[in-house]
């Protein structure tokens, strides 16, 4: 990373909106519906899944909940409408988690519902771990009534082992990835090689407790170690799969699915793009400066 990368970086809360929507094309599928299907029919092309993700978080008010449910039952329809290969990922505070747990349970349930009818599964993101405790409560909720809902769980978090196991009647289906969340010693790993170890770990757990793992890295490293777990347990193709971000590192997917593997793409849209964009080009100066070199007419040669 460059000098040039970070200076980008911090200057994105400055940069003219235009801008930064332009440097955040690689990460966003646009604002409309449409425009995800879209992105979504051309990855389903290159052999790839989806799952698409309505952007927002943490309301402040439980009835803002309202669009971010019907947003996500249009979604499920246009799914199963266009007949495209995708699932749909959601965080629990853009429907009220942090403010009402049963306005919460009743939006993911009814949502989860409409999945079911369709044929279609429904992934609960993981956020920060003041919430953990709360979005495996909702989780185990749905599980008594529905088999086709599954969660994420955070490699850099202290307790996640004990969270696998402590799921493990359910043979669940578990997104493991590192974690985005800047968290305290006391309920965190901070040391990049133990998270590391810990997320082959809870994979060699997950596997264990006869539940699929959805491998969610862009580590090289964990991309190699995964697939040597996968293979040691002899797990069919369809048992397991990959996971990483729409628009980051695109040689390492295509060396994934080279290898044999599925491989689903997190597809995210909506008119809460800025948020977002901030977040992914903060995680990847490297993405944000190359952009911006293009903006500017930096390219060189």
Not at 36 to 58: C, F, K
Not at 66 to 79: F, G, H, K, N, S
């Amino acid at each position: 990373m460059t000098f040039f990368d970070r200076a980008v970086v911090a200057l994105i809360p400055v940069v003219p909106r235009p801008i930064v929507r332009k440097m955040s094309e690689p990460y966003i599928a646009g604002t409309r519906l449409e425009e995800a299907i879209a992105r979504i029919r051309s990855l389903n092309e290159q052999g790839m899944m989806a799952t698409l993700d309505v952007l927002g978080e943490h309301i402040e008010d439980p009835q803002m909940a309202e669009p971010t449910r019907v947003a996500y039952l249009q979604a499920l329809d246009e799914i199963e409408r266009t007949g495209v290969d995708s699932n749909v990922s959601v965080k629990l505070t853009q429907l009220a988690l942090h403010l009402d747990t049963e306005v919460c349970y009743g939006n993911i349930r009814e949502i989860v519902a409409r999945a079911g009818e369709l044929g279609q599964t429904v992934r609960i993101d993981m956020e920060d771990s003041t919430l953990t405790t709360a979005t495996l409560d909702i989780y185990r909720r749905l599980r008594q009534d529905f088999d086709h809902v599954g969660v994420v769980l955070q490699a850099m978090l202290r307790r996640t082992l004990t969270d696998i196991k402590s799921l493990a009647e359910f043979r669940p289906s578990v997104r493991i990835c590192k974690g985005i969340y800047v968290e305290p010693w006391d309920a965190a790993y901070q040391n990049g090689d133990v998270v590391n170890r810990n997320f082959c770990e809870a994979l060699e757990s997950v596997i264990a407790a006869g539940g699929y793992p959805a491998i969610a890295t862009h580590d090289e490293t964990l991309v190699y170690e995964a697939s040597r777990i996968v293979e040691r347990h002899g797990l069919r193709p369809d048992q397991y799969e990959f996971q990483m971000l729409l628009g980051v590192r695109e040689e390492l997917r295509d060396v994934i699915l080279a290898a044999g593997h599925r491989l689903r793409v997190y597809v995210p849209f909506g008119e809460q793009w800025y948020a977002y964009s901030i977040r992914r080009m903060r995680e990847n100066p490297r993405v944000a400066g190359l952009v911006a070199r293009s903006v500017l007419g930096l390219d060189g040669g």
